[in-house]
């Protein structure tokens, strides 16, 4: 099992400093590459202070030179607002400059509020047709002398500059939930990475029971996999129980967004009151401690066990939470001295 981490800037409020938050960031990332986690992963989002990434490979970059042997994925690109060829020249100069240590994800987006500000009238269906589109085309960029004919894309024979320092360019994941996307992306010999949001282990084994037919109808061939899952190692009792409402909050913040209903000005959400996220039950403490990967050292030792013996061959530590720094820190040091160890 490998581990890595999954973090963004996240600003929840105004009086938040932006330079202080990315000193955030490139301190858990420090943590984590001197911890011996694998990779850092880091999204692709647009105007919204919640998660404030709007070029991945930027700040990936920014982190390379913090850091000496962490991996440096994209977590994800939103494939629809890419054109192919600038996507695979943009993965392979972050290649060039990290020195051969980028990973490259990419999925077709989830927010209405990014789609309706960058490509208005994309629907998700649309969205998940241009990348399937685009992806199979990045190595071929990257190869050269690629020409291709599409329903969104045209363009005469090109050549990706620079070319990456890897052989055959960054490692692709492909964000999968339905079966026809695990077929996609094991088809095409991309990794998957899967993220089961909070609706716990039901979720996480159907996961990967997609993952497994997938691979079954190809042949038996088996990319990497990898959980993406909000996690939180506390120190006690009380610690946990205040970390899941935390993330309560954060849920029904991202539930907020995601609906696309509230205003939204200088880049933040008109904020929720206690009675708005009371109302919402199915993002409940309880329920976070339940369908989460929270608790003890060894109770999360014992939840990623089981994950391990479903075949998922990477967990991805979601970080992004609403916390405070210090209480992030505190949790991932935790993660990373104490449940790391175990899978040694």
């Given at each position: 099992?490998?581990?890595?981490?999954?973090?963004?800037?996240?600003?929840?409020?105004?009086?938040?400093?932006?330079?202080?938050?990315?000193?955030?960031?490139?301190?858990?990332?420090?943590?984590?590459?001197?911890?011996?986690?694998?990779?850092?992963?880091?999204?692709?989002?647009?105007?919204?202070?919640?998660?404030?990434?709007?070029?991945?490979?930027?700040?990936?970059?920014?982190?390379?030179?913090?850091?000496?042997?962490?991996?440096?994925?994209?977590?994800?690109?939103?494939?629809?607002?890419?054109?192919?060829?600038?996507?695979?020249?943009?993965?392979?100069?972050?290649?060039?400059?990290?020195?051969?240590?980028?990973?490259?994800?990419?999925?077709?987006?989830?927010?209405?509020?990014?789609?309706?500000?960058?490509?208005?009238?994309?629907?998700?269906?649309?969205?998940?047709?241009?990348?399937?589109?685009?992806?199979?085309?990045?190595?071929?960029?990257?190869?050269?002398?690629?020409?291709?004919?599409?329903?969104?894309?045209?363009?005469?024979?090109?050549?990706?500059?620079?070319?990456?320092?890897?052989?055959?360019?960054?490692?692709?994941?492909?964000?999968?939930?339905?079966?026809?996307?695990?077929?996609?992306?094991?088809?095409?010999?991309?990794?998957?990475?899967?993220?089961?949001?909070?609706?716990?282990?039901?979720?996480?084994?159907?996961?990967?029971?997609?993952?497994?037919?997938?691979?079954?109808?190809?042949?038996?061939?088996?990319?990497?996999?990898?959980?993406?899952?909000?996690?939180?190692?506390?120190?006690?009792?009380?610690?946990?129980?205040?970390?899941?409402?935390?993330?309560?909050?954060?849920?029904?913040?991202?539930?907020?967004?995601?609906?696309?209903?509230?205003?939204?000005?200088?880049?933040?959400?008109?904020?929720?009151?206690?009675?708005?996220?009371?109302?919402?039950?199915?993002?409940?403490?309880?329920?976070?401690?339940?369908?989460?990967?929270?608790?003890?050292?060894?109770?999360?030792?014992?939840?990623?066990?089981?994950?391990?013996?479903?075949?998922?061959?990477?967990?991805?530590?979601?970080?992004?939470?609403?916390?405070?720094?210090?209480?992030k820190r505190a949790s991932l040091a935790r993660f990373i001295d104490d449940v790391m160890p175990a899978f040694a």
């Amino acid at each position: 099992m490998d581990f890595s981490l999954f973090a963004h800037m996240e600003r929840t409020s105004a009086d938040q400093d932006q330079r202080a938050l990315r000193g955030d960031l490139i301190a858990l990332a420090k943590m984590a590459d001197e911890g011996g986690m694998r990779a850092i992963w880091t999204g692709e989002h647009h105007g919204m202070d919640f998660t404030i990434s709007p070029n991945p490979f930027m700040s990936l970059v920014d982190l390379s030179y913090h850091t000496k042997n962490l991996r440096l994925g994209t977590g994800t690109v939103i494939a629809p607002f890419w054109h192919p060829i600038a996507l695979a020249g943009e993965a392979a100069a972050a290649d060039l400059i990290t020195d051969g240590r980028i990973e490259l994800g990419v999925a077709r987006g989830a927010y209405s509020y990014e789609y309706e500000r960058l490509s208005p009238g994309l629907d998700a269906w649309d969205a998940g047709q241009r990348m399937r589109e685009m992806t199979p085309l990045l190595r071929q960029l990257w190869a050269g002398d690629c020409a291709h004919e599409g329903t969104f894309y045209h363009f005469p024979s090109t050549t990706s500059a620079p070319k990456p320092v890897q052989p055959d360019g960054p490692p692709i994941w492909i964000a999968a939930r339905d079966i026809n996307s695990h077929a996609f992306g094991v088809e095409n010999g991309f990794n998957i990475q899967v993220t089961p949001l909070w609706k716990g282990l039901d979720e996480i084994e159907s996961l990967m029971a997609k993952f497994n037919e997938a691979c079954a109808n190809h042949g038996g061939a088996r990319p990497k996999i990898m959980l993406l899952h909000h996690t939180y190692v506390g120190s006690d009792a009380d610690d946990i129980q205040v970390a899941a409402k935390e993330i309560s909050e954060f849920y029904c913040y991202f539930g907020a967004w995601f609906q696309n209903k509230r205003p939204v000005r200088q880049g933040l959400i008109e904020t929720l009151t206690e009675d708005d996220m009371a109302a919402n039950t199915m993002m409940s403490p309880q329920n976070m401690l339940r369908d989460l990967t929270m608790g003890t050292a060894q109770e999360v030792i014992d939840q990623i066990r089981q994950y391990e013996d479903l075949g998922y061959d990477e967990f991805a530590f979601w970080i992004d939470s609403g916390m405070s720094f210090e209480r992030k820190r505190a949790s991932l040091a935790r993660f990373i001295d104490d449940v790391m160890p175990a899978f040694a």
